[in-house]
DNA sequence: CACCATCATCGAACCGGTTCGACAACGGGA
DNA sequence: TCCCGTTGTCGAACCGGTTCGATGATGGTG
């Protein structure tokens, strides 16, 4: 079950068939085949954890997920299967590390326990000190985010602020004089995730620059938290006309709440964000909205982590992607009142 | 940064740092304090992949999970989530590998190439080419659903059959007499996919033994399917008062077929099944629904793996549970005509 | 004081691959 | 015929840990 086996058994020495299964240097073809046969009867494969001893690679990506308890979103979802999926073209294994803002055991175990050739972290925050880890550590490693001062980080972003704005814009466009963003919860903003942050300060510019009254509220990832969102603007602010969402958690609940309100959407309000392709095209009626690539942005991260972990002494590359607004039907003109 | 290092540094011998990390020798209390001051001082933490071909265990699980592009419910989401934590309680990892029905590179590498301690199978098929396949390899493994014919298996499910056939028992308590399962995709019931068939099996049972007629119907894993499905339901079988269904991902379109059909739930219609109850909550109203118990089941799934590793030997277990159907309110009275 | 256990440590073998340098066999050119 | 380059294969070292048997130091006992 072993290369010895498999030596004994074909008549030749380990090295050759090690070389005839690498094919490093050429060994003559009887032989190669003869080892071949052996090699099919007995179903070998070489020991993996062998081979990433003598090799000094592992075959292996980390994939750092936010942890069990905070509940994954569909975007999020999207970049898990999308790394697998791209990482398996690689023929490489992705290894999940379950691990909150501090470092935690899982974390601490993949980074310096050499059990992987480079990391794949989502959901860092601007100031995260699992990049810290990772950069003194010399590990390669792509973000999918980036920290607020990223120079000689590999990572992958959408500009947030960017496309926040631009909904804002195309509010304005519409003539709504009172907007609001319905954020992410509070907890994220104050841990500095960098969405939640940037988009506010895209939204608050791009409000400021169109003299709208504009708000912004933090909202836990969840259905009943949208519903409760939503009744509390209308209640302090019966004056706003739309509102601009990264929160795609909540969106059943503020769809529930719009509906339970009596106003027909885009008729009596309009709704517009940062929302996954697939969740807008559910959401009743489709919702303009500018979608977050995830399964670019996941296959990106790991041709860049490849590209890196082939060349470790190469010049950082980081991609800021600016996805369009697709334009369905959640938005229209400010009603009159 | 090896244990050559340590041991050179510290002043004894490789084998001594590796016993006083171990502690499967007695140190002197002194050697071990200079050995630790070191090893911290080093930051060193063993090479996974020598001590993995050393004792011959990786301390890692693969987590067989469905490819990318069939998308993962809530349900099969929340396993992931949950076993991914309950190995790390265990400082094991996790090792992803998407594959279909058929074994792609990816679980061939992992099966055979000694990746691994042991395999989480999610979304097996009654007749598992995989199950075989890993049977035959000597490789401890749990499912997550059973094979048609499990001797000697260890798996962990839920008893979908009695699940359903209580939801039928529970519409003809409530004098409905003409029901329907939403089945899951066609694909899926064709391919064997145990919940699918199991349920179809009690469901037809129950209905019989109450005297109702009983229809199943297949619908894709999606929204827009929900809706067509039911919107033919109401074409073709206006006399259907009740459904019940396994197919979560279809909820939110049969909710807005509901509703464009100007049916009141519970009023007009009932509504019950098999749904996660994190699901349930978000439906409007609240869904009587038996709740997979994903986190228990991939807890489950997790312990009973770590015992099979320890003990290959031991005799199989299996855990099928039962949940109890949690009232709520989507199910009411037969309307009268 | 001699003897024997116990304790702490060491050296060597081993896990299963990869890789390097060496070398034999062979064929072609001078 | 001699020399040299090429081709195919081998043996040994190495990757970085773990583990077993041996050994020297120590201390208690008869």
Same mark, same amino acid.
């Given at each position: 079950? /072993?290369? %010895?086996?498999?030596?004994?058994?074909?008549? +030749?020495?380990?090295?050759?068939?090690?070389?005839?299964?690498? %094919?490093?240097?050429?060994?003559?073809?009887?032989?190669?085949?003869?080892?071949?046969?052996?090699?099919?009867?007995?179903?070998?494969?070489? /020991?993996?954890?062998?081979?990433? &001893?003598?090799?000094?690679?592992?075959?292996?990506?980390?994939?750092?997920?936010?942890?069990?308890?905070?509940?994954?979103?569909? +975007?999020?979802?999207?970049?898990?299967? #999308?790394?697998? !999926?791209?990482?398996?073209? =690689?023929? $490489?294994?992705?290894?999940?590390?379950?691990?909150?803002?501090?470092?935690?055991?899982?974390?601490?175990?993949?980074?310096?326990?050499?059990?992987?050739?480079?990391?794949?972290?989502?959901?860092?925050?601007?100031?995260?000190?699992?990049?810290?880890?990772?950069?003194?550590?010399? $590990?390669?490693?792509?973000?999918?985010?980036?920290?607020? *001062?990223?120079?000689?980080?590999?990572?992958?972003? +959408?500009?947030?602020?960017? &496309?926040?704005?631009?909904?804002? =814009?195309?509010?304005?466009?519409?003539?709504?004089? *009172?907007?609001?963003?319905?954020?992410?919860?509070?907890?994220?903003?104050?841990?500095?995730?960098?969405?939640?942050?940037?988009?506010?300060?895209?939204?608050?510019?791009?409000?400021?620059?169109?003299? $709208?009254?504009?708000?912004?509220?933090?909202?836990?990832?969840?259905?009943?938290? %949208? &519903?409760?969102?939503?009744?509390?603007?209308?209640?302090?602010?019966?004056?706003?006309?739309?509102?601009? #969402? @990264? /929160?795609?958690?909540?969106?059943? %609940?503020?769809?529930?709440?719009?509906?339970?309100?009596?106003?027909?959407?885009?008729?009596?309000?309009?709704?517009?964000?940062?929302?996954?392709?697939?969740?807008?095209?559910?959401? *009743?009626?489709?919702?303009?909205?500018?979608?977050?690539?995830? !399964?670019?942005?996941?296959? &990106?991260?790991?041709?860049? $982590?490849?590209?890196?972990?082939?060349?470790?002494?190469?010049?950082?590359?980081?991609?800021?992607?600016?996805?369009? @607004?697709?334009?369905?039907?959640? #938005?229209?003109?400010?009603?009159?009142?």
């Amino acid at each position: 079950m /072993n290369i %010895g086996e498999i030596a004994r058994r074909a008549g +030749v020495s380990r090295s050759t068939v090690s070389y005839a299964l690498s %094919g490093k240097r050429p060994v003559a073809a009887a032989t190669a085949r003869r080892i071949n046969e052996v090699i099919a009867e007995l179903g070998y494969r070489p /020991n993996a954890s062998a081979r990433a &001893l003598a090799e000094g690679r592992t075959r292996t990506l980390a994939l750092v997920i936010p942890p069990a308890s905070r509940r994954l979103t569909n +975007v999020q979802l999207d970049f898990v299967a #999308t790394v697998v !999926e791209a990482a398996a073209a =690689h023929d $490489l294994d992705v290894l999940l590390s379950p691990s909150g803002g501090d470092h935690d055991r899982s974390f601490e175990r993949i980074v310096t326990g050499r059990r992987v050739d480079g990391v794949i972290m989502m959901e860092i925050l601007l100031d995260d000190p699992r990049v810290t880890r990772l950069r003194q550590n010399e $590990l390669p490693f792509v973000t999918i985010g980036h920290v607020e *001062h990223p120079g000689g980080s590999w990572w992958v972003d +959408v500009d947030y602020a960017a &496309l926040v704005r631009r909904c804002v =814009h195309h509010l304005a466009d519409l003539a709504h004089r *009172h907007v609001v963003l319905i954020n992410r919860s509070a907890e994220l903003v104050a841990a500095g995730y960098g969405p939640a942050v940037r988009s506010t300060a895209g939204f608050q510019e791009a409000a400021e620059q169109r003299g $709208l009254s504009a708000h912004v509220v933090c909202c836990a990832d969840e259905p009943a938290a %949208g &519903l409760a969102c939503f009744e509390q603007i209308r209640a302090r602010r019966p004056e706003v006309t739309a509102v601009v #969402t @990264i /929160n795609e958690a909540a969106l059943p %609940g503020l769809q529930r709440a719009l509906h339970r309100a009596g106003l027909v959407v885009p008729r009596d309000f309009s709704i517009t964000g940062v929302i996954a392709d697939r969740l807008a095209e559910d959401f *009743h009626p489709p919702l303009t909205a500018a979608d977050v690539p995830a !399964e670019e942005m996941a296959r &990106l991260a790991v041709d860049l $982590l490849v590209e890196r972990i082939a060349d470790p002494a190469a010049d950082p590359r980081h991609a800021l992607l600016d996805p369009v @607004i697709s334009l369905r039907s959640s #938005t229209g003109a400010r009603p009159a009142r």
